[in-house]
């Protein structure tokens, strides 16, 4: 079976114009989670989904972040009028359910705002 | 949410044993230990959680200690391959909302050929 796919794996994008980050995760997982991580730092939580519950956004940096799961499995991450700041890699991770069950990981999208 | 330290870097040599440290003294009774890496260039991956009991598994073993309040993630045989980031997290099973998966520092792990 397939992993955790991330589309693309590479986006440049001109600042101030809006890009939009796919995840698909493992088939029949519920949880879903976004991170961001800049050169040389950690894993920064973003947003959170669990099943039909309401997502834990504590982690977004501003409103010019959203996220949305469709049908409960494909999630789109939108950073509108991007900022170089909000270049790094966005990892998308998921898992059967949320407690205690390994979350499995994509590869990452390398996000390069010129 | 309950906290956890580790060192931030550890260096080994190839073939040898590592103990990765953790401490996480406010651990509560319903909070799980989790243990991830995260090779170069790569998105993390799991390793190996337990509750009390210590744990073993193909990549590693996890042994935690009697009052819970520290654990050691054990590599038995240290390869160039095992050289990553290592984070220890808590994970609460009983959260209301589910318990979402956060992320410290970790623990950079050197290993020397």
């Known amino acids: 079976g397939a992993g955790v796919s991330q589309s693309p794996s590479n986006k440049v994008t001109e600042k101030g114009k809006d890009v939009e980050l796919r995840c698909d995760p493992i088939s029949g997982h519920t949880a879903l989670y976004w991170y961001r991580q800049s050169l040389g730092q950690g894993l920064e939580f973003l947003i959170y989904?669990?099943?039909?519950?309401?997502?834990?956004k504590s982690g977004l940096p501003s409103d010019r972040f959203s996220a949305e799961r469709t049908g409960g499995s494909v999630s789109t991450l939108t950073i509108q009028r991007t900022q170089q700041e909000d270049s790094a890699v966005y990892l998308c991770?998921?898992?059967?359910?949320?407690?205690?069950?390994?979350?499995?990981f994509g590869q990452g999208t390398r996000l390069t705002v010129v | 949410d309950a906290k956890t330290t580790q060192p931030n870097s550890m260096e080994s040599n190839e073939e040898e044993p590592v103990h990765l440290p953790c401490n996480h003294s406010t651990i509560s009774g319903t909070d799980y230990i989790h243990w991830y890496r995260q090779l170069p260039s790569q998105g993390p991956e799991y390793v190996i959680h337990?509750?009390?009991s210590n744990v073993n598994n193909r990549m590693a073993s996890l042994a935690i200690a009697e009052d819970r309040k520290s654990s050691t993630l054990i590599l038995h045989r240290a390869t160039l391959r095992d050289a990553a980031v290592y984070y220890c997290i808590l994970r609460d099973v009983y959260m209301e909302y589910g318990n979402k998966l956060v992320f410290g520092a970790g623990t950079i792990l050197r290993v020397k050929s």
């Open positions: 991770a998921s898992s059967p359910e949320a407690m205690n069950t390994e979350a499995f």
């Open positions: 337990g509750l009390t």
């Open positions: 989904f669990q099943g039909n519950s309401a997502p834990d």
